[in-house]
Nanobody, 124 residues
Framework: QVQLVESGGGLVQTGGSLRLSCAAS????????MAWFRQAPGKEREFAAA???????YYEDSVKGRFTISRDNAKNTVYLQMNSLKPKDTAVYYC??????????????????WGQGTQVTVSS
């Protein structure tokens, strides 16, 4: 069974940094395509960043140049380094595993397992 557990969220001032971690269970983690999504209050869950099993990366336009997604297969963990944070980055951040079929990397229905989320709050 796949389990995803996020950590690293918190309160930070504008311009600050946080690193989110997502620890995954499963012996085939190295074959998984992974992503981070985020959901602000009253808004739909939206794509933030993704990394393929071969370490190709994808970013939503507003986080390009500020966020970096990476993975450590030895630790079954995917990371999201967030720099130059802005109040509009405030959201619950979710880690997700892409399902074993072709699908749009940017869309939530393409993902079959989700973590419980970690809150990121950026104060102005």
């Amino acid at each position: 069974q796949v389990q995803l557990v996020e950590s690293g969220g918190g309160l930070v001032q504008t311009g600050g940094s946080l690193r989110l971690s997502c620890a995954a269970s499963g012996r085939t983690f190295r074959n998984w395509n992974m992503a981070w999504f985020r959901q602000a209050p009253g808004k739909e869950r939206e794509f933030a960043a993704a990394i393929s099993w071969s370490e190709n990366t994808y970013y939503e336009d507003s986080v390009k140049g500020r966020f970096t997604i990476s993975r450590d297969n030895a630790k079954n963990t995917v990371y999201l380094q967030m720099n130059s944070l802005k109040p509009k980055d405030t959201a619950v951040y979710y880690c997700a595993r892409k399902g074993p079929y072709s699908g749009d990397v940017y869309r939530t229905p393409s993902y079959d397992y989700w973590g419980q989320g970690t809150q990121v709050t950026v104060s102005s």
